[in-house]
């Protein structure tokens, strides 16, 4: 199973994150006003640094912009592109005619997946993962929000594609998503404030204890 973390900003980032078992490192471009958005030039040496040290580094945005995600990737060499907002199907097919490997991201409010009428869309667009993520209110993306288990589990029965789960997963939390973790189409988890501390900066041990309780009962890849 996959342990990705979201949201480096800085080399001392990707050096913690991958010591401490990340295996996909997330890299904002395109979320304007997020608290990791990252300017091309950081972005473009994250995405070096995160290679240079065997990561895979992700593409993390809500840009809708296909000609400017593509020149964010050919300038970086990064080749996973996670579309974390409303993106239409027509925008992962645009990315799959260029060899990208795209995770779409699927919301999940009051118990409802939003995207479900799209997944065949997507599906037949070529996205390679899907990702399921609660929104909290309006709100997309870190929210801290507890995805709930047996809406992941429904929807993770429901696609086609390797699933990730994303939305206030902890180290604690793991133990409560056992039914998921077992399913034939779980790929891994995404984490963003469960892998930091009270201030806000990535936390090597809450990334250990991540990796070690996810993985409890995971078959090896
Ligand atoms: O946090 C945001 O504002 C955001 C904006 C645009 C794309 C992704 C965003 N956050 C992502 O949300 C998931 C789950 O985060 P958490 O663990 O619940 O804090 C993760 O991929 C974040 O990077």
Redesign the pocket.
């Known amino acids: 199973m996959l342990i ?1 973390i ?2 480096a900003t800085r080399v001392a980032d990707i050096d913690l994150l991958a010591e401490a078992g990340a295996d996909l490192i ?1 890299l ?1 471009s395109g ?1 304007p006003d ?3 958005q990252l300017d091309d030039d950081a972005f473009d040496r994250l995405a070096r640094a995160t290679r240079k040290r065997g990561r895979t580094p992700v593409l ?3 840009s809708r912009d296909v000609r400017g995600l593509l020149a964010r990737v050919a300038g970086s060499g990064v080749s996973w592109v ?1 579309l ?2 409303y993106q239409t199907p027509a925008t992962v097919r645009a990315l799959k005619a260029r060899g990208l490997t795209v995770v779409k ?1 699927l919301h999940i409010r009051d118990g409802q997946c939003l995207e479900r009428p799209l997944i065949n869309a997507y599906q037949r667009a070529g996205a390679d993962l899907f ?1 399921l ?2 929104m909290a209110g309006g ?7 507890r995805l709930d288990p047996e809406v992941a589990a429904s929807v993770v029965e429901a696609v086609d594609r390797p699933v990730l789960l ?4 902890t180290a604690r939390n793991a133990g409560q998503f056992r039914a998921v973790t077992r399913a034939h189409r779980f790929a891994g988890i ?6 930091r501390d009270e201030r806000g900066r990535f936390d090597a041990d809450a990334v250990r204890a991540i990796r070690r309780e996810w993985t409890v009962g995971v078959p090896a890849a």
């Open positions: 990705k979201c949201g997330g904002w979320v997020g608290h990791a993390v945005t809500l996670q974390h907002g991201v990702l993520d609660s709100r997309i993306g870190s929210t801290a929000h994303a939305g206030g997963l995404d984490v963003d404030s469960g892998a």
